[in-house]
């Protein structure tokens, strides 16, 4: 096949840095997280990764990935009590999740922009338990696709989007999902404040490439305001890291344990929607 050369910027150009941190974590001996098809993913692209992006960092490349990480988990602890939910992964990017964690009974839905969408349908393998549907997660049209008739189970991924998405569609979305998907989890990411302003203020850089706007940040200890997007929202978790490797996977463990560190990274968290009767 020959290479593909991505036509992005702005928000969706992100999904290749998590791409290149990815693919690099992937390709050392011990990878915390395993993912073979982020490396192929990097050869099949024409993109100057490191000319746009820098060398890549043993910091992020292994944060990167235990962050995929730890959504797989949680979705994986989901699927335990319920092997034939549905996935919905918004802004699933060039993210492998599905390869990683399908279990054979499993469905999965990502929703991307157009552009993306083309991208994961043009270089990841089908199946058909896997759809990917063009349209904006703010749209809330996807609901409409999930179906769970017989109740086996939703699970909402939003790695890496709700902090690009303003206050008031992050609480629609949230509010949505709890009133339309009972028994579901959801699983997100947010940005603490202060990185965000700095990517407001068009200061946040990665490489040569301007960090989009971060309009919607929370901190760790904010995490408890989640509840007031909808009362079916019946609990928020916080989820942690999972051990990572070596030296800098205890530093990369010890930042999301200190108080005054865990703002430098983004923060996990489960929300979990309770039946309809409950609310």
């Known amino acids: 096949m020959a290479r593909v050369r991505p036509m992005l910027d702005g928000v969706p150009e992100t999904l290749l840095w998590t791409l290149y941190n990815r693919a690099c974590e992937a390709s050392r001996s011990y990878p915390v997280l395993d993912d073979p098809m982020a490396a192929e993913l ?16 043993p910091f992020h490349s292994q944060a990167q ?9 949680a979705v994986q602890e989901y699927l335990r009590d ?5 996935v919905v992964a918004l802004g699933d990017g060039l993210e492998t999740g599905f390869w990683r964690i399908d279990n054979g009974r499993l469905n999965w839905l990502s929703v991307e922009l157009p552009e993306v ?8 393998p089908p199946s058909d338990r896997l ?6 997660a703010t749209g809330l049209s996807w609901l409409d696709e999930i179906e769970d008739p017989e109740g086996r189970g939703v699970v ?14 992050v609480r629609r979305i949230l509010a949505a999902c709890a009133e339309r998907l009972p028994g579901g989890i959801m699983v997100l990411d947010t940005m603490s404040r202060w990185l965000a302003k700095g990517t407001v203020a068009g200061t946040s850089k990665v490489g040569g490439m301007t960090i989009p706007p971060m309009r919607w940040a929370m901190d760790p200890g904010e ?6 997007a909808h009362p079916g929202i019946t609990e928020v978790r916080a989820l942690r890291l999972p ?28 929300l979990r929607f309770g039946d309809r009767a409950a609310h």
């Open 42 to 57: 990097l050869s099949d692209l024409d993109y100057p990764f490191e000319e746009r992006f820098g060398r890549p960092s």
């Open 65 to 73: 990935a235990l962050r995929s990480r730890c959504f797989d988990l």
């Open 82 to 86: 319920r092997p034939e939910a549905t």
């Open 117 to 124: 969408a083309t991208l994961r349908r043009t270089l990841l």
């Open 131 to 136: 759809r990917t549907l063009s349209g904006s």
């Open 156 to 169: 909402v991924t939003t790695q890496g989007l709700l902090m690009y998405l303003r206050p008031a569609e």
């Open 223 to 228: 995490r408890a305001k989640l509840r007031g």
């Open 243 to 270: 051990r990572g490797r070596g030296a800098m996977g205890e530093l990369i463990r010890l930042q999301g344990l200190l108080p005054g560190l865990r703002t430098l990274t983004p923060a996990m968290t489960l």
